[in-house]
């Protein structure tokens, strides 16, 4: 055991040192599953099994870096309570895997159980969701609750730190020669600012940080709470639609594009009260309406047809396309059946 323990110790720190180098390794592996599917027996179920993995072996090694970078400096989840992050966690874990889960459920219990455990997941998802923006400053949830590092910015960030920390020790070497603006206490040790160095009246702030977090929470309108409320319950709306009128009829593809729109709109009312991330995280809403052009019925009466017609114009027209666009359309029945690929949100 305490070798095991080793070993991970030392793939930490290797991770925390290359990340440019695992994320390499992490494409390879998304890539291995997609090669995967349709060539060999239960290939779905495998290919989604490899696909679940090379997510999570991401999710991971994000961890990994994040913890070494938040040992330097605060990181906005560590500044979260610890129920709060972890139900993250969690919820970012089970969105990682839900198509695996559904697929392996299908399998094993039938279209009943399928049905079945699409519910729960999604139940627990909305309720986590919700815990969450009640007890945390999240005023948007992204999906997944965690996003994937930037790591090529993080690689520029790392490198602009080390130039700086290089150009702070030469104008160290130099302000030290100077007055120095600062003491150290004589017990604690703890570097302490004296008053001639403190920055002008006009840039000072006097608040404490858990204060502005507290009052900006406070004053977050209400359309928008309303808006992401309408966003977090819609799986269920559409679930309860889907039981009420079918998988494929129009009256559940109109409830779930009308709750979608509403949410939307509620938001882009108050953009002008959204940090950039949260403009983000909407952006990415609006982009995902494109999934509603291959979800059913729209996509049986329009799509479809559409599409067959471009993969086969490939084919004949583009040299290597074949390997590609013929693998995609063997595929895209699977991928129309399995829920999660098209309603996970």
């Known amino acids: 055991?305490?070798?095991?323990?080793?070993?991970?110790?030392?793939?930490?720190?290797?991770?925390?040192?290359?990340p440019?180098?695992?994320g390499d390794f992490e494409t390879t592996a998304k890539w291995?599953?997609?090669?995967?599917?349709?060539?060999?027996?239960?290939?779905?179920?495998?290919?989604?099994?490899?696909?679940?993995?090379?997510n999570m072996l991401v999710f991971y090694n994000d961890r990994i870096i994040d913890g070494e970078r938040s040992a330097k400096e605060n990181s906005m989840l560590r500044l979260q309570s610890k129920l709060?992050?972890?139900?993250?966690?969690?919820?970012?874990?089970?969105?990682?895997?839900?198509?695996?889960?559904?697929?392996?459920?299908?399998?094993?219990?039938?279209?009943?159980?399928?049905?079945?455990?699409?519910?729960?997941?999604?139940?627990?998802?909305?309720?986590?969701?919700l815990f969450i923006l009640r007890h945390s400053t999240s005023d948007i949830i992204t999906s997944p609750p965690i996003a994937s590092l930037n790591r090529r910015a993080l690689g520029k960030q790392r490198k602009t730190a080390a130039a700086g920390a290089s150009a702070a020790n030469d104008d160290a070497n130099v302000i030290q020669s100077q007055h120095s603006v600062t003491f150290q206490l004589k017990r604690s040790g703890r570097i302490i600012r004296k008053v001639e160095g403190a920055p002008p009246i006009q840039y000072r702030d006097f608040n404490l940080h858990v204060e502005n977090n507290e009052a900006a929470k406070a004053q977050v309108p209400r359309q928008l709470l309303t808006a992401e409320?309408?966003?977090?319950?819609?799986?269920?709306?559409?679930?309860?639609?889907?039981?009420?009128?079918?998988?494929?009829?129009?009256?559940?593809?109109?409830?779930?594009?009308?709750?979608?729109?509403?949410?939307?709109?509620?938001?882009?009312q108050r953009r002008h009260l959204?940090?950039?991330?949260?403009?983000?995280?909407?952006?990415?809403?609006?982009?995902?309406?494109?999934?509603?052009?291959?979800?059913?019925?729209?996509?049986?009466?329009?799509?479809?047809?559409?599409?067959?017609?471009?993969?086969?114009?490939?084919?004949?027209?583009?040299?290597?396309?074949?390997?590609?666009?013929?693998?995609?359309?063997?595929?895209?029945?699977?991928?129309?059946?399995?829920?999660?690929?098209?309603?996970?949100?």
């Open 274 to 345: 959204m940090s950039k991330q949260q403009k983000l995280e909407l952006s990415r809403r609006c982009i995902n309406l494109m999934y509603f052009l291959v979800r059913s019925p729209f996509y049986e009466s329009y799509t479809q047809t559409r599409l067959e017609r471009l993969l086969d114009l490939l084919v004949r027209t583009v040299p290597l396309a074949k390997m590609v666009s013929g693998p995609l359309k063997d595929y895209i029945p699977q991928w129309q059946s399995t829920y999660f690929y098209l309603w996970s949100t």
């Open 84 to 129: 709060c992050y972890r139900l993250k966690v969690t919820l970012t874990t089970l969105e990682y895997s839900e198509v695996f889960i559904e697929i392996s459920a299908r399998r094993l219990f039938g279209q009943t159980g399928k049905w079945l455990l699409i519910a729960l997941i999604q139940v627990f998802k909305a309720a986590g969701r």
């Open 229 to 268: 409320y309408l966003y977090i319950s819609k799986p269920l709306i559409h679930l309860a639609a889907m039981g009420l009128f079918g998988r494929r009829s129009w009256k559940q593809y109109m409830v779930a594009l009308s709750v979608d729109l509403y949410s939307i709109h509620l938001y882009r």
């Open 20 to 22: 440019d180098v695992v």
């Open 32 to 54: 291995v599953s997609y090669f995967i599917a349709g060539r060999i027996s239960s290939s779905n179920v495998l290919s989604e099994l490899v696909y679940t993995l090379s």
């Open 1 to 18: 055991m305490d070798k095991l323990k080793g070993m991970l110790k030392a793939y930490e720190e290797w991770v925390a040192r290359n």
